[in-house]
């Protein structure tokens, strides 16, 4: 507002705009700036405009597929004739994201270091795992699978820069409950980054890293009871 | 003629009308992102597939109701699909996934930069993006907001801070998002 200018009913209004379009505006002031916004065109556009953002927060959310049996069981209380479910190439569970893996980490990574304020580019693909990756510009992103008994029951994404990052994703490993996750680095120190719960063999999980990704050369999710549930094998020791 | 290539408006005509191929190629469409939603907000499988199979058979069943005036079909599920996510974590008592896992499980989610969001018209990947830019305290006051329904006063008992404080967090984060959707929107305006 400029200085010694006259406060308009705007002014008044204009900070619960947000919370109206949130739909978390409650009692008086709820019905009083309604009634403004009633009487206002440039604050129902805004509210508009304002509304357009809040309803696509929930659309951020990832595709996950549904278990085996949904649609089945679905068409059957809408009524709707049975039809054969579509066939799945594989079966993505619930718990992962129905995207590339290793596309998806490394964006991952790169969205976080811009939540951690860093100016970086963008690269254009993914990279393999347990290598270095293209990753934002500037910065080192590591994926490789977390694997038990030869099988990949998930992922670990590190990500460099001056604010390190990791991410973990447990995907139909059958680990029920509290997990540790730990980075053994070169110098063959194990250091706990963090511990999350997995449900019904599935987890997604992010955390600070308190070493410099370069040195981790694995990482281990470890149940309540001290075993080693899987291995990600993150940079080659040759 | 109804195909997988059918708009969600056409969709839901369809649908309005009774026809079962309409709504078979709708729940195809969504049943991933209404999962998705609320898989993300309770990290509970089974509540997930109820609240899921609930929101499509509210949609088959007020289809003839839709007003796209009032908003996307998008985003009429997704409200619907998270309305009965809080309604299932209230009466189960349970407690919901973190704002922040919340948050990163989207963030996860992101599939195209986002420069090629704009250039698809894709709000999803956008709104990634923008909400990985916010400020961790803006992010989850938005998150608590707009995903979980929480007010201001709750998130200012729940965060410990002060009520302006929230109120500030949300209206300042929910206005970056906003330039966002903006963007988008001016991008589809203009070809």
């Not at chain 1, 951020?60 to 049975?82: D, K, N, T, W, Y």
């Not at chain 2, 839709?66 to 996307?72: A, E, I, N, P, V």
């Not at chain 2, 973190?98 to 989610?109: G, I, V």
């Not at chain 2, 400020?135 to 201001?152: D, F, I, K, N, S």
């Amino acid at each position: 507002m400029i200085e010694g200018a006259r406060p308009t009913p705007c002014d008044e209004y204009s900070d619960n705009l947000a919370e109206l379009a949130l739909g978390i505006l409650t009692g008086r002031e709820r019905a009083a700036t309604l009634a403004h916004v009633d009487s206002c065109p440039r604050c129902a556009d805004e509210l508009e405009q304002l509304s357009h953002a809040a309803d696509a927060v929930a659309s951020v959310a990832p595709e996950i597929e549904p278990p085996m049996g949904f649609e089945v069981r679905l068409f059957s209380q809408m009524g709707v004739a049975e039809t054969p479910e579509r066939s799945r190439r594989r079966l993505t569970p619930p718990g992962s994201v129905a995207r590339s893996p290793r596309w998806v980490l490394a964006t991952a990574a790169a969205v976080i270091a811009l939540a951690l304020g860093l100016s970086i580019g963008w690269s254009t693909g993914g990279h393999n795992g347990g290598k270095a990756a293209d990753g934002p510009v500037g910065v080192e992103v590591a994926t490789a699978n977390l694997t038990a008994n030869g099988s990949t029951v998930g992922s670990v994404n590190t990500y460099g820069g001056s604010k390190p990052w990791m991410i973990v994703t447990l995907a139909d490993s059958g680990t029920q409950g509290k997990v540790t996750c730990e980075v053994v680095t070169g110098d063959g120190v194990t250091h706990k980054v963090g511990s999350f719960t997995a449900k019904d063999g599935y987890g997604a999980w992010g955390a600070p890293l308190r070493v410099a990704p370069q040195d981790v050369r694995k990482a281990e999710v470890v149940s309540s009871n001290g075993k080693v549930i899987a291995i990600a094998a993150l940079h080659d020791v040759s | 003629m109804i195909d997988s290539g059918s708009s969600d408006e056409a969709l839901l005509s369809g649908m309005a009308m009774g026809d079962q191929e309409a709504a078979v190629v709708f729940v195809r469409r969504y049943q991933r992102r209404i999962f998705g939603l609320a898989y993300s907000m309770t990290n509970d499988a089974s509540v997930s597939e109820e609240v899921a199979q609930e929101a499509l058979i509210r949609v088959w069943r007020h289809a003839p109701v839709f007003d796209h005036r009032r908003g996307s079909v998008t985003s009429w599920v997704l409200t619907i699909t998270r309305n009965l996510t809080i309604d299932a974590l209230r009466m189960r008592r349970a407690v919901p996934t973190d704002p922040d896992d919340f948050a990163a499980s989207a963030m996860l989610s992101l599939e195209h930069n986002p420069e090629d969001a704009i250039g698809r018209g894709d709000v999803s990947d956008l709104m990634r993006a923008a909400l990985a830019d916010l400020a961790p305290e803006q992010r989850r006051a938005v998150v608590l907001a707009a995903v979980y329904g929480r007010t201001a006063l709750e998130i200012s008992d729940e965060e410990s801070i002060p009520l302006g404080t929230a109120k500030t967090r949300i209206r300042t984060g929910l206005i970056r998002l906003r330039a966002a959707v903006e963007r988008v929107r001016q991008t589809e305006g203009e070809r």
